[in-house]
């Protein structure tokens, strides 16, 4: 027989070897997992500071034709009602109030109103929506009876 020389990586250089492997397995998914953490944290704290209104009420002034909008700022932010427009069932606009400026604190109720180009019919369904500056909307819908 032959006496064939082996060599190969000595038991303690394969121990050392398989270790620094492990911690550099160890040291990328910690950075992913922290990467991909600040990513949710970001988008969670985005979404907190975002606008939200809502339309509370409607109230109809057939003397005048004009109808009301009180609108709410359910969000974290100041904003800013730029348009409020009125639609009838078909979605035709029947009224609208254009630059209206109306700056809303956080939580705070103010009305606003909308000029008809005609009068409400009673038993028809309506649609008023509400636009910020940065283009947020919020619509309501509501039967109107005399």
Do not use: H
């Not at 121990?15 to 922290?34: E, F, H, M, Q």
């Not at 649609?127 to 039967?143: N, P, R, S």
């Amino acid at each position: 027989m032959k006496n064939m020389k082996r060599t190969g990586v000595s038991p303690v250089i394969a121990t050392l070897l398989l270790i620094v492997i492990a911690v550099a397995a160890a040291v990328l998914a910690y950075i992913w997992i922290i990467g991909y953490q600040g990513t949710l944290t970001q988008q969670a704290s985005t979404a907190q500071l975002q606008e939200r209104i809502k339309i509370e009420a409607v109230q109809y002034d057939s003397g005048t034709n004009t109808l009301t909008v009180y609108v709410r700022n359910i969000g974290d932010v100041n904003v800013v009602i730029d348009a409020l427009y009125l639609y009838d069932k078909t979605g035709t606009a029947i009224g609208q109030s254009t630059g209206v400026g109306l700056t809303l604190n956080p939580g705070e109720v103010k009305s606003g109103t909308v000029s008809l180009t005609g009068g409400l019919t009673s038993g028809q369904t309506y649609t008023v929506k509400a636009v910020t500056q940065k283009g947020t909307e919020a619509t309501y819908t509501f039967t109107y009876r005399t």
